[in-house]
């Protein structure tokens, strides 16, 4: 088993005397894809500042094993309007190869979009492009807070379809926080439940089953497609079909 990327060991956050985080026990290996879910005011965006370094704990300890590069996207970004920035000064804040870059402009369906002001971007093109920043950090861990916030169908399933590579393609693990339950439950390797503490954790085939997961979302059940070996460690089998190449296709805008 990889040494974790992070540990947290029995966090707990408070603020005043409401206790947000309780006894979180926690561990992200590399090149794995978790996905964080749980009712509103949970403590899932707490979680995220906690594991980002921008919220402090009240006690316990986070365990970096080694320098950790973190890269996130938020669920919202409105910068100022009378802020002068293009997306393509935007992607110049990180510091990368130009061929690195233009990859993931590619991939991500923004080359079209370079010379665009990001107050003038629609949800999903602006999701994007925070999606490419983030890229190009070149993270070791890619935070992602219910990244599909304003995506059409199409898109949304391109960018989910894309984030289910990046662990072979990147090398990086993966943290998302989604209601989503078709991805949880068919593009993550490891779905944590949190209701203030961790209610359950485990494989989306196992946390169906879980009676604290039953008791939040429900008895429907969401088929899970099991992992298929010949295409690498954690991709699915639909991964392996059509995405050796994948790409997100710019949104067509109504």
Not at 182 to 208: A, D, F
Request: hydrophobic share 35%; with cysteine.
């Amino acid at each position: 088993m990889s040494a974790a990327l992070v540990e947290l060991n029995q966090v707990n956050v408070s603020f005043g005397k409401k206790q947000v985080l309780k006894n979180i026990q926690l561990h992200i290996l590399p090149k794995e894809i978790i996905t964080l879910i749980g009712p509103n005011g949970a403590g899932k965006s707490t979680l995220v500042k906690v594991l980002l370094g921008i919220e402090k704990i009240t006690s316990g300890e986070i365990i970096y094993p080694k320098p950790l590069r973190l890269a996130y996207v938020p669920q919202k970004f409105h910068p100022s309007s009378s802020l002068p920035l293009r997306v393509r000064d935007l992607l110049a804040l990180e510091q990368c190869e130009a061929a690195y870059q233009a990859q993931i402009i590619q991939d991500t369906g923004i080359a079209k979009l370079q010379q665009q002001a990001i107050q003038n971007l629609s949800g999903g093109e602006r999701q994007r492009v925070l999606l490419a920043r983030a890229l190009l950090r070149k993270p070791q861990l890619l935070v992602l807070d219910e990244p599909m916030q304003g995506l059409d169908i199409q898109s949304e399933e391109e960018l989910y379809a894309y984030v289910r590579t990046l662990p072979e393609r990147l090398g990086c693990a993966v943290l998302m926080v989604s209601h989503d339950l078709q991805w949880v439950m068919q593009g993550t390797h490891r779905v944590i439940c949190l209701n203030h503490h961790i209610c359950c954790s485990g494989t989306p085939e196992n946390i169906q089953q879980h009676p604290e997961y039953l008791a939040i979302f429900g008895q429907q059940r969401v088929p899970y497609q099991h992992h298929h070996s010949h295409c690498g460690h954690y991709e699915h089998a639909e991964t392996c079909q059509h995405l050796d190449h994948p790409h997100i296709h710019p949104e067509v805008e109504s």
